[in-house]
T-cell receptor, first 114, second 115 residues
Framework: NAGVTQTPKFRVLKTGQSMTLLCAQDMNHEYMYWYRQDPGMGLRLIHYSVGEGTTAKGEVPDGYNVSRLKKQNFLLGLESAAPSQTSVYFC?????????????FGQGTRLTVV | RKEVEQDPGPFNVPEGATVAFNCTYSNSASQSFFWYRQDCRKEPKLLMSVYSSGNEDGRFTAQLNRASQYISLLIRDSKLSDSATYLCVVNLGNAGGTSYGKLTFGQGTILTVHP
């Protein structure tokens, strides 16, 4: 019973490098989200998707791109990593956006940019 | 103004105490509300949904005041295992217009229950 799986779990990048974080869910959920979590800041929404082929900006989208080519996958890309992007990244999915639909989270990706 | 605001605490209470957390949200069109719990270095997990009429789940009671755009969580008879960060979450649902489906978290309230 996989739920939401994030790959990789840990990564160290050099400034200027690029990478892609993969989020996969096996629950046939329509909605998927990428958040970053920094000390004292809580979870901040980067981008989200309300269905296959759709994406929307969240609170802190700059420096990130996303794609939702398949319903089960939501990719987060860092084009040119910066130390300010050092964070813990969480992916989440939910069945819909209607009342009282639970969001399920992956275990997180700890990214350090040096 | 942040879309969802919480008192970050920390709250440090003895076992058996009653503790209350508050949360306010800015968008009156918000449709659904939740409390999530996050243990140290783990992912958030749903604690309970918050219904308009208020709801209770064992030692936990959640309340919503739409007029004041205010959500609360009450924990009675605190246990050591309740120590965690509690996150207030708001979903715009299908009333969000261009923000349709947006799920926004507060910064979390840290609770430590001690013996």
């Amino acid at each position: 019973n996989a739920g939401v799986t994030q790959t990789p779990k840990f990564r160290v990048l050099k400034t200027g490098q690029s990478m892609t974080l993969l989020c996969a869910q096996d629950m046939n959920h329509e909605y998927m989200y990428w958040y970053r979590q920094d000390p004292g800041m809580g979870l901040r929404l980067i981008h989200y998707s309300v269905g296959e082929g759709t994406t929307a900006k969240g609170e802190v989208p700059d420096g990130y791109n996303v794609s939702r080519l398949k319903k089960q996958n939501f990719l987060l890309g860092l084009e040119s990593a910066a130390p300010s992007q050092t964070s813990v990244y969480f992916c989440a999915s939910s069945y819909s956006a209607t009342v009282n639909t639970e969001a399920f989270f992956g275990q997180g990706t700890r990214l350090t940019v040096v | 103004r942040k879309e969802v605001e919480q008192d970050p605490g920390p709250f440090n209470v003895p076992e058996g105490a009653t503790v209350a957390f508050n949360c306010t949200y800015s968008n009156s069109a918000s449709q659904s509300f939740f409390w999530y719990r996050q243990d140290c270095r783990k992912e958030p997990k749903l604690l309970m949904s918050v219904y308009s009429s208020g709801n209770e789940d064992g030692r936990f009671t959640a309340q919503l005041n739409r007029a004041s755009q205010y959500i609360s969580l009450l924990i009675r008879d605190s246990k050591l295992s309740d120590s965690a960060t509690y996150l207030c979450v708001v979903n715009l649902g299908n009333a969000g217009g261009t923000s349709y489906g947006k799920l926004t978290f507060g910064q979390g309230t840290i609770l430590t229950v001690h013996p």
